[in-house]
């Protein structure tokens, strides 16, 4: 872990691109519109989860019917992975991707603008603070912070 990142843990979250909003060329208005609303890019990388990080990444969900499917559609093809950085960033960055469901996210969300359905949502975000550490450390090591 790096020490910035502890030192902020509150102004730090965590979020990846997923491989459908990439496949689809979504990622450069994702990356805009992240930057748009106020957050800086403290660490990033175009990547691709094999299946064994995928499962590592979302163990938590390994009881539950979808979890095959997810680590196989998160290990489809690349991702990008980053630590964005701004006052209130994990609920700021809940507000701006909106909903998991993009029927029912909020118009002009990063998933209403580029979701395809609820397990094709586009991007990942931290739903808090202590995950937003985890799930940072857990794709970056602490000298790619910055």
Avoid: W
């Amino acid at each position: 872990m790096g020490l910035n990142f502890k030192k902020m843990t509150t102004n730090r979250t965590f979020t990846m691109i997923k491989p459908d909003a990439v496949k689809s060329g979504y990622a450069g208005k994702i990356l805009n519109q992240i930057c748009d609303a106020g957050f800086k890019i403290v660490a990033m990388k175009f990547t691709r989860l094999s299946k064994e990080k995928a499962g590592e990444f979302y163990a938590v969900h390994a009881a539950r019917p979808f979890y095959g499917e997810l680590v196989d559609f998160m290990s489809s093809g690349p991702i990008v992975a980053a630590i964005l950085e701004k006052e209130n960033a994990v609920e700021d960055f809940r507000t701006l991707i909106g909903a998991t469901d993009p029927s029912k996210a909020a118009p002009g969300t990063i998933r209403a603008l580029y979701a395809k359905n609820v397990g094709e949502n586009a991007v990942h975000g931290s739903d808090s603070n202590e995950n937003a550490q985890i799930e940072g450390s857990f794709h970056f090591a602490g000298t790619e912070i910055f």
